[in-house]
């Protein structure tokens, strides 16, 4: 698997990566109706932010996104193509996410997770410190938010916080 910046032409496989990966979660079409403009990066996205594929061979299988503020990074995208979840894809990603947030400055990662997510990021590390509460359709909807501490390369640990 190589990572490499994302390419302001690969717009519509990263939206329909992403689509893919939210339905396999099995949530109702409607949901997904709903999330499809969340869901659609543009050629311009991809050039004002930090956009990074996954590929395995020539075929892209992932990505995700960063915008940073000051010390604080924010993971908005993480996506993996259904056929390839559980294959080291997502964890290869959320590494190179870390790197790459640590290259900008940061020290912290924060991620609003999808609940079906929640178990990767923490055992990738990270904390919930929070919930986003909203509603989807009339639902009640409740996203963890989670903290990833970053230390610096050459500090003591593993970028995981220190709590256990």
Same mark, same amino acid.
């Given at each position: ?6 390419? %302001?032409? *690969?717009?519509?496989?990263?939206? *329909? ?13 409607? $949901?997904?109706?709903? $999330?499809?403009?969340?869901?659609? +990066? ?12 996954? &590929?395995? &061979? ?20 993480? $996506? ?39 178990? +990767? ?9 929070? *919930? ?6 009339? *639902? ?7 903290? +990833?501490?970053? %230390? ?13």
């Amino acid at each position: 698997m190589h990572i490499h910046p994302a390419l %302001p032409t *690969q717009a519509e496989t990263l939206t *329909q990566i992403a689509l893919a990966a939210k339905r396999h979660w099995g949530y109702p079409e409607r $949901w997904i109706e709903l $999330w499809t403009p969340l869901l659609t +990066f543009t050629p311009s996205d991809l050039e004002r932010a930090n956009f990074f594929v996954a &590929k395995i &061979k020539e075929e892209i299988v992932g990505f995700y996104s960063l915008t940073t503020a000051g010390p604080r990074a924010e993971l908005e995208n993480l $996506w993996v193509l259904p056929a390839c979840m559980g294959q080291g894809v997502g964890r290869g990603l959320f590494e190179h996410a870390l790197a790459r947030a640590r290259e900008l400055g940061c020290s912290v990662l924060e991620i609003e997770s999808d609940p079906n997510a929640l178990g +990767f990021y923490e055992k990738m590390g990270a904390r919930v410190v929070g *919930q986003h509460v909203g509603e989807v359709d009339g *639902q009640p909807r409740i996203l963890p938010v989670l903290l +990833f501490s970053l %230390p610096s390369p050459g500090s003591l640990g593993e970028g995981r916080d220190g709590d256990g």
